[in-house]
């Protein structure tokens, strides 16, 4: 069973470029999370997704940041214009549904650079 | 949510026991302590959770205090590998929002 896969692994952008991040969850995961980290600071939530809902977006920048989870493919997060200090590494994770257990299952991440 | 306090960073020498505390003072009777890592330049992941018993998996140990003001990460014997930070985070199953709030946690560096 495939991991829960990121792609690019690194995105270089100039400002006011657009990024695309793509996280493809585990094979049966309904739930998506995307996190950012930002140099030396821990991981920050940013957006809760299942199929084609937006669940919780309370750690989404107002502007410029969006997420989707389509019925068919891969989540997107999509950060429009960007700027420096959206350089960052970004996860998504994925879970199965709400258990006892709770665990989400984290991606590789994309680093992403603005130059 | 309620809050955990860890310390910064701890040291320890390869192939001895680790233990990594946690401080959750303010822990509520719904709330599972979980405990995930991350690796240097990866995502994090899940390791050991638990509500009142000490729990054993094959990556390590986790012991909760009788009064679950605090709990303890036990690795039996660290490797190099094991070098992480590690988090100790609360999870309320009372409560509808799924995120995990990271805080700092414990920079763990493993001495050969």
């Known amino acids: 069973n495939a991991g829960v896969m990121q792609n690019p692994r690194h995105l270089v952008r100039r400002r006011g470029q657009e990024a695309r991040l793509r996280c493809s969850p585990m094979k049966g995961h309904s739930h998506v999370y995307w996190y950012r980290q930002l140099p030396e600071e821990g991981l920050k939530f940013m957006v809760y997704?299942?199929?084609?809902?937006?669940?919780?977006e309370s750690g989404m920048p107002k502007e410029r940041f969006s997420a989707e989870f389509p019925k068919e493919g891969p989540s997107i997060l999509r950060i429009q214009q960007v700027v420096r200090g959206d350089s960052a590494a970004y996860f998504c994770?994925?879970?199965?549904?709400?258990?006892?257990?709770?665990?989400?299952?984290f991606g590789p991440g994309t680093r992403l650079t603005v130059t | 949510d309620a809050k955990t306090t860890q310390p910064n960073s701890m040291e320890s020498n390869e192939e001895e026991p680790v233990h990594l505390p946690c401080n959750h003072s303010t822990i509520s009777g719904t709330d599972y302590i979980h405990w995930y890592r991350q690796l240097p330049s990866q995502g994090p992941e899940y390791v050991i959770h638990g509500l009142t018993s000490n729990v054993n998996n094959r990556m390590a140990s986790l012991a909760i205090a009788e009064d679950r003001k605090s709990s303890t990460l036990i690795l039996h014997r660290a490797t190099l590998r094991d070098a992480a930070v590690y988090y100790c985070i609360l999870i309320s199953l009372m409560n509808r929002d799924d995120k995990i709030i990271f805080g700092k946690g414990t920079r763990l560096h493993i001495l050969p």
């Open positions: 997704l299942q199929k084609e809902n937006i669940i919780d």
């Open positions: 994770a994925s879970s199965p549904r709400r258990t006892d257990t709770y665990e989400q299952y």
